[in-house]
């Protein structure tokens, strides 16, 4: 995860006669040329400083370090990585890094999914990242409403471990639902560390969109810097999330709780992560159960800001299943549910509350219990409950 030095030295030696079940060191740049190389069975590479770049191994088993990877080097056949520890190094995967127009920032969210999904089938199980500084382009056309479609997505059984020293920024925007990062449908995930930066403050307000249904306009409160959407067996532990236009986290399902394709979102861990001035609500629940939030930081949710105002309910955290009637029978219609939600040892704060009299709160209405809520800190602002059971 750090850029190792690499030598300048061209290898002395080509692959045309590498034998079964042999180890190459790379100590040396091995230019493929464009080539394609057939590789007998089981070649291991290691790394040793040098690269190996524009081609092509095709594999019959074995294995490569993780280092001598690259955007010019192909993978075909049977192969791994030798550790399932990978370390992104942003030089080797053109991504660029600093402020960029929105063609590259959309480049850089092609290229870093695509990597993501490469080391994964290639047996990586912890992606690392250390310093990296970038923007992605995440929203799509206006009228495609899948928070996920367009958003950096992690696989199942993953971990992206990211430092003190990573920030995952939002491209700024006119669409009224991008997500930044996602977990769609995925299980056993694990994000810590790192940064994840919305455009609050930058994002264009005034651009119109056409739902499924003809309507038009949007107070653009549905942009989310990450979406849980029927996630099971999740862990975010460590990661700072700030300044979306809409939600900091939003924790939801797939499809209605009453329908028999529904994809519950369960067992999931919140803990160690600040959530700092969403526009909206800085972490949301609408449609899960099994929740833990432990030790977490809520500042300032909902507040106004330099550029953008606070947007209704405008609060730390909320939870907010839908809920109906059947206009017929008058029975409740539960669209959504939130169930099993543990709330402990948090803090939650309004920096300025008489600049921002409605920001802040926890708000929980409409969930099933058991909703328990202990020994959390509140520092100008403080708990609501409405029409909430157990």
Same mark, same amino acid.
């Given at each position: 995860d750090t850029d190792p030095e690499l030598t300048d030295i061209p290898c002395d030696f080509d692959l045309n006669n590498v034998v079964a079940n042999s180890s190459i060191v790379v100590n040396c740049i091995l230019d493929l040329n464009e080539a394609t190389v057939d590789l007998p069975q089981n070649v291991n590479f290691e790394f040793e400083g040098g690269i190996i770049?524009?081609?092509?191994?095709?594999?019959?088993?074995?294995?490569?370090?993780? !280092?001598?990877?690259?955007?010019?080097?192909?993978?075909? /056949?049977?192969? !791994? $990585?030798?550790?399932?520890?990978?370390?992104? @190094?942003?030089?080797?995967?053109?991504?660029?890094?600093?402020? &960029? #127009?929105?063609?590259?920032?959309?480049?850089?969210?092609?290229?870093?999914? $695509? $990597?993501?999904? =490469? &080391? !994964?089938?290639? /047996?990586?199980?912890?992606?690392? @990242?250390?310093?990296?500084?970038?923007y992605f382009k995440v929203d799509g056309p206006l009228n495609e409403g899948v928070p996920a479609k367009h958003a950096i997505?992690?696989?199942?059984?993953?971990?992206?471990? =990211?430092?003190? +020293?990573?920030?995952?920024? =939002?491209?700024?925007? /006119?669409?009224?639902?991008p997500t930044l990062l996602a977990i769609y449908d995925e299980k056993n995930v694990i994000m810590s560390g790192g940064y994840l930066h919305g455009e609050r403050d930058e994002h264009n307000y005034q651009s119109g969109y056409v739902d499924s249904d003809g309507a038009t306009g949007?107070?653009?409160?549905?942009?989310n810097t990450m979406i849980i959407q029927g996630g099971e067996n999740i862990t975010i532990d460590g990661v700072t999330f700030t300044d979306p236009a809409g939600d900091c986290l939003n924790i939801t399902s797939i499809y209605?709780?009453?329908?028999?394709?529904?994809?519950?979102?369960?067992? @999931?861990?919140?803990?160690? #992560? %600040?959530?700092?001035?969403?526009?909206?609500?800085?972490? &949301?629940?609408?449609?899960? +159960?099994?929740?833990?939030?432990?030790?977490? +930081?809520?500042?300032?949710?909902?507040?106004?800001?330099?550029?953008?105002?606070?947007?209704?309910?405008?609060?730390?955290?909320?939870?907010?299943?839908?809920?109906?009637? #059947?206009?017929?029978?008058?029975?409740?219609?539960?669209?959504?549910?939130?169930?099993?939600?543990?709330? %402990?040892?948090?803090?939650?704060? &309004?920096?300025? !509350?008489?600049?921002?009299?409605?920001? /802040?709160?926890f708000q929980l209405s409409h969930g099933n219990g058991p909703i328990i809520v202990e020994n959390n800190e509140m520092i100008n602002t403080g708990i609501s409950f409405t029409t909430t059971d157990g």
């Open positions: 770049i524009n081609g092509t191994l095709n594999f019959s088993g074995g294995n490569i370090d993780g !280092k001598i990877l690259n955007s010019t080097l192909d993978l075909q /056949g049977d192969v !791994k $990585l030798s550790d399932p520890c990978f370390g992104f @190094i942003p030089s080797r995967w053109d991504i660029v890094q600093g402020k &960029v #127009n929105d063609q590259t920032a959309t480049k850089n969210r092609d290229n870093i999914e $695509l $990597l993501i999904n =490469m &080391v !994964k089938e290639l /047996g990586a199980t912890k992606f690392k @990242i250390n310093a990296f500084d970038a997505n992690l696989p199942s059984d993953f971990h992206l471990a =990211m430092s003190s +020293e990573t920030h995952i920024r =939002m491209q700024p925007n /006119g669409h009224f639902r949007s107070t653009h409160e549905w942009v209605h709780f009453f329908d028999p394709r529904h994809i519950r979102s369960k067992n @999931i861990t919140l803990k160690n #992560n %600040k959530f700092i001035r969403a526009r909206r609500t800085n972490l &949301v629940i609408t449609n899960a +159960e099994y929740v833990y939030i432990e030790n977490n +930081e809520f500042i300032d949710g909902g507040i106004d800001t330099e550029n953008s105002k606070g947007i209704a309910p405008s609060s730390n955290f909320n939870i907010e299943p839908v809920r109906g009637k #059947n206009p017929d029978t008058g029975e409740l219609i539960e669209y959504e549910r939130v169930s099993h939600i543990f709330i %402990k040892n948090n803090k939650q704060i &309004v920096n300025d !509350k008489t600049a921002n009299p409605r920001a /802040g709160s």
